[in-house]
């Protein structure tokens, strides 16, 4: 071949080039496959609001950074993707100070999950939502295919663990691993972190008003006594996302059973308030409320007691009830009648214990603890029920559900049946030492079912839809509907826009094989080179090889 071509550019004449035998499967092992090199998901940023000009949750929106796990991410360049119940309290804080990302990939089924770690991710929930966050933070549904990129990040993460602890790999092991590994680079779009100025709380009212058998005084207030029942509505979390408001199917039950009872029989003006913002918001609408309102209404001020439902049926453990109060009842006063009436009933219908729980007031405090202690500052008498002794359990704001549908309607069915027993015969005052089912008032066409509560549990934000106050409206008198607004100079809280942003992540090598690659090439090149440079020598030596083969055939 080389004796008939007369100039160099002839070898490559009449055919497919040799070096691309060569070249081509070099390319092609080398490139990504594009149908695999990019995956698509949908993302939820963490929540961001400020309460008295303190920020909480997530400050950031932009992500564009390589992907590392929990164990092998090292600088602000990199994004951690990881599993929620993989990373610990101590782990998230070295994140948030130091890493440029997190991706966090929920749990596909919670109720799954052990004791311990559903305690564990409730606790880290909390820790996350009672601070600042300065990094981008995303949380992704369970999806297969995440599932399956996060196990390809952390894939040789405890080998090379275990391998530090006993032999470390020689150096040139770990540039040939780097090499040819497989890296990720996330890119989020489609969010945004702006203040939402157009920020409202709206607060409900509604009431179950004496009729015509009712006494008047001259300025045309009732004299009947008044009782006030609060709840307030969770429209996010750690997330936003549609939540069970369990307290607020409470109260609309309530309104629901007391409204066939009042027409008939009214022995008390009964008042339901439901407010769009709960501990998180540090009860903001019901702060909104108050002051609008309790200087004007001299009857409000003569409340005998105010009933807030916080967290009923959000326990694990037991069903124990917990009466919260700011200041301990005094003996003879309506508070101290009703409690004794509460821990009667849920003996008698549920078996369960009741239990007052002092706190205190502190004004140093930024946020309140019970909706309560909002009327208690204004020297109302009121008190919180709820299932949980503290108002810091990890389960008063958590987005996941450790049990069924039908398992919690059980829980509520029970609770919903003391309350309004013990509404009920404080009421009308009833007897309730006596034997069991004497004094019952709520049974037969008026007994308290699952169907009766359920239509209550996905109640939305009268912002979303109608459904809130349509009920209000079926059941109670004098509705209305308030807004409370932040401050344009001074806002008590500021909520930001949420929009679901789309996660791209795709499969890209790492930056040293760039490096490798550039030595591979001017390597390349450096050959050629000498190669063209020192050709005729070259040409001399396969001409001799070629010659002494012929003479040897």
Request: proline letters at 4%.
């Amino acid at each position: 071949m080389f004796e008939e071509a007369d100039h160099f550019a002839d070898l490559f004449r009449g055919g497919l080039p040799y070096y691309l035998l060569i070249t081509l499967p070099i390319l092609i092992i080398c490139s990504s496959n594009p149908v695999l090199a990019a995956s698509e998901f949908g993302v939820q940023r963490m929540s961001q609001f400020d309460v008295h000009g303190t920020p909480y949750g997530c400050r950031a929106s932009t992500l564009n950074l390589e992907a590392k796990s929990l164990y092998t991410w090292q600088t602000s360049r990199h994004c951690i993707v990881t599993r929620l119940q993989d990373m610990t309290i101590d782990q998230f804080r070295e994140i948030r100070a130091k890493a440029g990302g997190l991706v966090i990939l929920l749990p596909e089924n919670f109720s799954s999950l052990s004791l311990e770690e559903k305690q564990h991710i409730h606790m880290l929930e909390q820790a996350m939502m009672l601070q600042e966050i300065s990094i981008p933070v995303y949380f992704s549904r369970y999806n297969p295919k995440m599932n399956e990129i996060v196990n390809d990040v952390t894939k040789t993460t405890s080998v090379k663990q275990q391998k530090s602890s006993q032999e470390r790999e020689s150096a040139i092991s770990e540039i040939l691993g780097s090499i040819s590994a497989n890296g990720y680079q996330i890119v989020v779009s489609g969010t945004s972190h702006s203040a939402n100025k157009q920020t409202k709380i709206s607060i409900i009212q509604g009431e179950l008003t004496p009729t015509k058998h009712a006494v008047k005084t001259n300025d045309g207030e009732s004299k009947l006594p008044l009782i006030i029942l609060t709840a307030h509505l969770d429209t996010f979390g750690l997330i936003n996302g549609p939540l069970k408001n369990v307290d607020v199917a409470v109260l609309l039950t309530l309104a629901e059973l007391f409204s066939k009872l009042h027409a008939s029989i009214p022995k008390y003006r009964l008042m339901f308030l439901v407010s769009e913002s709960g501990s998180l918001l540090n009860f903001q609408g019901m702060k909104k409320w108050l002051d609008s309102n309790i200087d004007e209404n001299v009857q409000l001020q003569q409340a005998e007691f105010v009933i807030c439902l916080d967290s009923i049926s959000k326990t694990l453990t037991n069903d124990n009830i917990f009466m919260h109060v700011s200041k301990p009842p005094k003996e003879g006063t309506p508070m101290n009648g009703f409690y004794k009436t509460l821990k009667t009933v849920a003996l008698r219908y549920g078996n369960a214990t009741v239990e007052g729980v002092h706190k205190k007031i502190n004004l140093a405090d930024t946020l309140l603890a019970w909706e309560h202690e909002r009327f208690s500052m204004k020297r109302m008498p009121a008190f919180t029920i709820s299932n949980l002794k503290s108002h810091k359990d990890y389960l008063r704001n958590t987005i996941f559900e450790d049990e069924d549908e039908e398992e919690q309607l059980n829980k509520l069915k029970t609770n919903v049946k003391i309350l309004a027993e013990t509404l009920a015969s404080y009421i009308y005052s009833l007897p309730v030492d006596n034997a069991a089912g004497s004094g019952e008032i709520f049974t037969g066409s008026m007994a308290i079912t699952k169907d009766s509560i359920r239509p209550w549990l996905h109640v939305r934000s009268s912002q979303q839809n109608n459904d809130l106050k349509n009920a209000f409206e079926k059941y109670l008198k004098n509705v209305k509907v308030s807004y409370d607004k932040p401050d344009p100079r001074e806002p008590d809280f500021m909520l930001y826009d949420e929009r679901d942003g789309l996660l791209n992540i795709y499969n890209v090598k790492p930056a040293v094989f760039d490096l490798f690659l550039t030595f591979m090439i001017v390597a390349y090149l450096a050959v050629i080179y000498l190669a063209i440079f020192h050709f005729p020598k070259l040409y001399t030596i396969v001409c001799r090889m070629t010659v002494n083969k012929v003479k040897v055939n």
